[in-house]
């Protein structure tokens, strides 16, 4: 393993290579080809011709679009439990790269062994969901801690864009190939085999350029050892931050306002493509060609939202962020009805996902105090994240299961945008920034 200094290239570069290797789980499996295989394998013709997308789970009936939601909801829940105590052992033993590793290869193995997900293993289809959910998760939260490890101050935001735009790139270049894979064949079976076989092209692709990263990026120095069990560890070292972190203005203030928020981008995210299929209708290549879009778009904002948090600054800029989204909620609710409507939105959602996504990690990399507990003080950001994504998508599924339309949630999603723009503005501004 190289020994690679902070701000070089080398170790920036492969540090940025992981969010080209497991954004291909956010692309193929929880937006686009993934969505598209479960809906076509979880609805039926009912005895008049019409759609059922009722399914019976554990024996509980319920809407195929909700199951989905709260699988997704449930896996985010289980590493935000989880991840904290093993980030704390993680920053104490001096194995953070092992932990990220271990959700790497829990992720990548998951997604090749959906290719077995078919009519008749509906459980193992969402158990596989949430497995795969987990890896991703989970990874990245000892991913993104080594942020303020390999990049200086001045470098972060562009650093964490480079992160994001590497992996709309890399996962668009994968969803390219699994689409040729899947057009070129004629029968809708045929058709069918191939969205299962990309499955396993996203956990290849995951587990290879992952190598990379693993190669470069360092391990942490151990701490001095005493005889307390792993648990108490971490749960000591959590302790610990939360007493540091508690004291600490801007972070206090900033991690309420990024739960709000998150609550809004992580479910618009996830809920996208049932949108666009349930309320508008569209089809199959509509939808691939929706999220198209927002991929090669989200490159663009996260460069672009960099550029202008260095010309203003970090939390002016998140503002205009959430404001942005807040509009985009308010005219997809009364305006989007049809599939060119649709594409306009996915243009705005793409600018501002891939910029607010990369600049509040930079963001709250700025904000930490100087310390080596960087695994433990991001596992805070990273519950706040994925407890958003757990609410976020509960509230979603809800309404959506008691409503008749989908556009209802919607009014919800900008309640979260407003709120955490009004929260944002009790933040107090970063020192370095002008």
């Not at 800029?317 to 909620?329: D, N």
Request: glycine fraction near 6%; aromatic fraction near 16%; charge should be positive.
């Amino acid at each position: 393993m190289p020994n690679l200094k902070k701000g070089d290239k080398k170790l920036i570069n492969a540090w940025a290579v992981y969010d080209l290797a497991n954004s291909v789980y956010n692309l193929v499996i929880t937006a686009t080809i993934f969505p598209i295989y479960y809906k076509l394998v979880t609805t039926t013709k009912g005895a008049n011709g019409t759609e059922v997308s009722n399914v019976q789970f554990f024996g509980n009936e319920i809407k195929n679009t909700s199951l989905y939601d709260f699988a997704i909801a449930f896996a985010f829940l289980l590493v935000a439990v989880i991840v904290p105590f093993l980030s704390g052992i993680a920053d104490y033993g001096g194995n953070k790269k092992r932990f990220m590793q271990f959700f790497s290869y829990l992720g990548a193995i998951s997604c090749s062994l959906m290719y077995f997900f078919n009519e008749n293993t509906l459980s193992l289809g969402i158990i596989l969901a949430v497995l795969a959910c987990v890896g991703y998760a989970g990874s990245l939260v000892f991913y993104n801690s080594y942020l303020p490890e390999i990049a200086e101050d001045h470098q972060q935001d562009a650093v964490s864009a480079k992160g994001f735009a590497m992996g709309y790139i890399g996962s668009a270049v994968l969803l390219i190939v699994n689409l040729i894979m899947v057009m070129t064949r004629e029968t809708g079976e045929e058709k069918m085999q191939m969205m299962r076989w990309s499955f396993v092209t996203v956990g290849i692709w995951w587990f290879s350029f992952a190598q990379i990263t693993f190669y470069f990026l360092p391990n942490p120095k151990n701490k001095p050892k005493d005889k307390e069990s792993n648990i108490f560890k971490g749960y000591r070292e959590l302790k610990k931050v939360w007493g540091e972190l508690k004291h600490n203005k801007r972070l206090v203030r900033f991690l309420p306002a990024f739960f709000i928020y998150s609550m809004g981008v992580q479910t618009i995210m996830l809920i996208a493509n049932h949108f666009g299929s349930d309320e508008i209708k569209m089809e199959a290549g509509q939808l691939i060609t929706t999220i198209l879009i927002i991929q090669f778009v989200a490159m663009l904002g996260a460069y672009l939202f960099s550029f202008v948090s260095r010309k203003t600054n970090n939390l002016f800029t998140l503002k205009i962020a959430t404001v942005i989204w807040s509009l985009i909620c308010i005219c997809t609710y009364f305006f989007v009805f049809t599939a060119f409507h649709f594409y306009i939105v996915a243009a705005f959602v793409g600018l501002v996902m891939g910029g607010i996504q990369s600049l509040s990690r930079s963001t709250y990399s700025k904000m930490l105090p100087e310390t080596e507990d960087h695994a433990s003080y991001f596992s805070f950001y990273d519950v706040c994240e994925k407890m958003s994504i757990v609410l976020g998508m509960a509230t979603f599924g809800i309404i959506n299961e008691i409503s008749p339309t989908m556009r209802t949630p919607i009014v919800a999603l900008i309640a979260f945008f407003v709120f955490g723009y009004l929260l944002l503005l009790r933040v107090p501004n970063l020192k370095e920034d002008k």
